[in-house]
C-alpha cells in the first residue's frame, strides 16, 4: 500500500509539473493565478499523501488545513489586487 | 476497504489529470477556469474520500478526529474553491479580457 | 408613520426580550465554535478544555449577530431543507463533471466548444439564496457565474451549448424550494 501512495505522490508532483507550464509560459496574468490555484490545490493532497507515508497524519492534516486557508487567501488578494489594472492585458489579444 | 481506497485515489488521478490536461489545452483564459476551478474540486473529494477509507483500518480516538479534519477540508474546499473562481473571472471582467469565440471559417 | 408606530410600545420591553433574542444564536455560535476547537486541538487536557470555553466564549459574545443576523426558527427548517439538497447537488456535480473529462480529453477540443455568456433573471431575494445559488453554478462543471447582484440577474459564463440550456431550470425550483421563497 505504501508503494501504492508513492506512486499516487509522484503522478501528482507529474501533475503539478503540467500545471506550471501554464503557471509560467500563461499569456496573461490571470492565466498564472489559475495556474498557481490548481499547484495549491494538488498541494493539499500531496501533503496529507505524505502524512500517511510517514505515518503522521494527524501532524501533515494540519499542515494541509492551513494550505488550503492560504491557498483561498492567495488567490482572493491577487486577484483583488489585478482588478484596477485596466488595459494591462490588451496587447495579448491583438494576434 | 484497501480496494475502495485504491479505486477512489485513482478516480480522484482521474480528475486531477483531466484538470491539468484541461488547463493546458484551453484556448483562452475564461475556459480554463472550468477544468481547474472543477475538476479539481472533485479530484480533493475522490482523494480524501479515498484516504478516510483507508484510515478507517484500525479504528480509535486520533483517526476519529483525523477523518474529521478531513472532511473539514472537504468542506472548506467546496466553499471555498466556487469564491475563488468567481473572484478570478471578476478580476477579468473588469479587466476588459474578451471570451473566446468560434471563429467563422469559410 | 409606521416606524414610529412600531417603535412605542416595543421601546419598553426591549432589554428583555433583546436578550432572549440574542439567546440562541449566541448558544449556536458558542456550540459551532466550541465543536470547532475540539475537532481542531485533538487533545482532552483540563487546560485546553478551559481555554477553548473561555475563548469561544469570547468570541460567541462579542460576535453573536455575525453569523445569524436575524435569527428565527425557520433557519433550522431551512437547514434540514439544505442537507436534503446535498446530495443532488453531488450528483449533478458528478455527472457534469464527466461530461467536462470527456471534452477535455477530446481530440478535437476546439470544434466541440462553444463558450458564450447568457444572462437570466430569477426571483431570489435573499443574499444567502443569491449566494448558494451562484455557488452551485460555478459548482456545475461548464457553467461559471460571472456576476450576480442582489437584483437576482446572473451573468453565467457556459462552455459549450449543452451545458448552457439545462442552466435555469431545475437547479432555480430546487433552491427556491430550499430557502422557501416565493416564484
Sequence with gaps: MSTFFLCTALFLCFLMLASLYRAIFGPTVLDRLVGVNAIGSKTVILLLLIGFLYGRVEMFIDIALAYAFLNFITVLAASRYFHKRKGLYEESFLE | MDILAIFFLVTGLIFFTGGAIGIIRMPDFYSRLHPAGKLDTLGIFAMVLGLIFYSLHHFSMDTLISILKMLLIVFFVFLSSPTATHSIVDAGMRAGLRHWTKKKRR | ?183
Design chain 3, 1 to 183: 408613520m409606521t416606524i414610529s408606530k412600531d417603535n412605542g410600545p416595543e421601546g419598553k420591553k426591549s432589554l428583555l426580550s433583546n436578550f432572549f433574542k440574542s439567546c440562541i444564536p449566541f448558544s449556536l455560535t458558542f456550540i459551532l465554535m466550541f465543536g470547532l476547537w475540539i475537532v481542531l486541538s485533538g487533545k482532552f487536557d483540563p487546560l485546553l478544555i478551559s481555554l477553548g470555553l473561555i475563548s469561544s466564549f469570547l468570541i460567541s459574545f462579542f460576535f453573536y449577530d455575525l453569523l445569524f443576523p436575524d435569527f428565527t426558527f425557520n433557519y433550522f427548517a431551512i437547514c434540514i431543507r439544505f442537507i436534503q439538497y446535498i446530495p443532488w447537488l453531488l450528483w449533478e456535480i458528478i455527472k457534469a463533471n464527466f461530461h467536462l473529462l470527456f471534452i477535455v480529453f477530446h481530440p478535437r477540443l476546439k470544434d466541440l466548444i462553444d463558450p458564450h455568456i447568457i444572462v437570466f433573471k430569477t426571483n431570489l431575494k435573499t443574499d444567502i439564496s443569491i449566494t448558494t445559488m451562484a455557488n452551485s453554478i460555478t459548482l456545475t462543471p461548464g457553467t461559471i457565474t460571472v456576476s450576480a447582484n442582489s437584483d437576482g440577474i446572473f451573468r453565467v459564463h457556459a462552455i459549450d451549448k449543452a451545458s448552457a440550456e439545462a442552466l435555469p431550470g431545475k437547479m432555480l425550483d430546487k433552491v427556491t424550494k430550499v430557502f422557501g421563497e416565493e416564484k
